[in-house]
């Protein structure tokens, strides 16, 4: 059982994993979710559930196959909301499947020092199983370290492209676009805004994107698994009217990150390095849970 309350997110889920199916290499999972997120500009509302096989192929490849099935309500659109964002709202349900397979040769997942990740994640939405969304999406996503031969210097380097589109006269839901901004994609913009915002500030989500992130990761307290990161971050979401181009955004910054016994902790200050309009030069973030 997984719960997270805060300001803008509400999420509880409940999960049965058997990892050894049949004293097997193919794991089960069953979850059961639900969980409601404030947009600003509207309120999303997500009920389902999946279930996944997995499968070690080797000792470093790994694949998935998930189905799934959810619905979703779109609710209280503000006035200077996108059309495409008015045209959602109301009801509308997913179901489909999603599938993964990932190349990891890291040392240490959680701190490493050597190795690489690489994969590819899909998913296929369809009415042939009940639900209202057709669409497709694939995102492709390589990391890899590079240990430096002094003072336990290493280096990252992570590229990720995506793409997502509709077929059979639909559109691809809001819940499947990318929102590149934020800790995890873009550090130095707010959450989406480094992707499609209107000409009123909100947010519209792109249904591409490539990222590149650079960084120099350096001990601070090895004792405590306390490092330092300094980053360079260049990437974009781009609308759906867009080409895929490397015009993209440009931030650097200082991230502290901490494997703590409580789970890894992520504070990161992010400073634009294309600022315009009325954007916010930089942005701080803090993150629980989960390595970048």
């Known amino acids: 059982i997984r719960g997270q ?3 803008r997110r509400t999420i509880g889920v409940l999960t049965f994993r058997n990892p ?11 979850d059961g979710f639900s969980t409601q997120t404030n947009f600003l500009t509207y309120q999303e509302e997500r009920k389902g559930g999946t279930v996944q096989w997995g499968r070690a192929f080797s000792e470093y490849i790994t694949g998935s196959f998930t189905l799934v099935g959810e619905q979703i309500r779109i609710t209280n659109v503000a006035n200077n909301a996108t059309s495409f964002i008015r045209n959602q709202l109301g009801d509308q349900s997913t179901t489909g499947f999603r599938s993964s397979i990932f190349r990891d040769t890291r040392d240490f ?10 994969g590819l994640r899909l ?9 209202t969304n057709n ?12 240990p430096l031969p002094v003072w336990d210097l ?10 997502a589109d509709g077929y059979s006269g639909s559109s691809v839901p809001l819940t499947e676009l ?13 959450f989406g805004r480094a992707g499609p915002v209107t000409d009123t500030g909100t947010l519209a989500g792109g249904n591409k994107q490539l990222i590149f992130n650079t960084e120099l990761i350096f001990p601070v307290l090895p004792a405590a698994k306390l490092n330092g990161v300094l980053f360079f971050d260049y990437g974009k979401g781009f609308a ?23 789970g890894p902790l992520r504070a990161a200050w992010g400073l634009k390095l294309d600022r315009t309009g009325r954007e916010q030069s930089s942005v701080f973030e803090f993150s629980v849970g989960n390595v970048f």
Do not use: C, H
Request: a positive charge; proline letters at 3%; charged letters at 20%.
């Open 123 to 131: 998913g296929f939405g369809t009415d042939y199983l009940g639900g």
């Open 5 to 7: 309350v805060g300001v």
């Open 154 to 163: 290493r280096m990252a380097f992570r590229g990720r492209i995506g793409m």
């Open 20 to 30: 050894a199916l049949f004293d097997g290499p193919t794991s089960f999972q069953a």
């Open 178 to 190: 990318f929102f590149v901004g934020g800790i995890n994609t873009m550090r130095g913009f707010q």
């Open 240 to 262: 759906e009217e867009e080409s895929l181009n490397f015009n993209l955004r440009k931030a650097t910054g200082l991230e502290v990150r901490w494997i703590s016994p409580f």
């Open 135 to 146: 669409f497709y999406r694939f995102a492709l996503d390589g990391l890899k370290y590079i």
């Open 109 to 118: 997942f959680q701190d490493p020092r050597t190795g690489s990740r690489t």
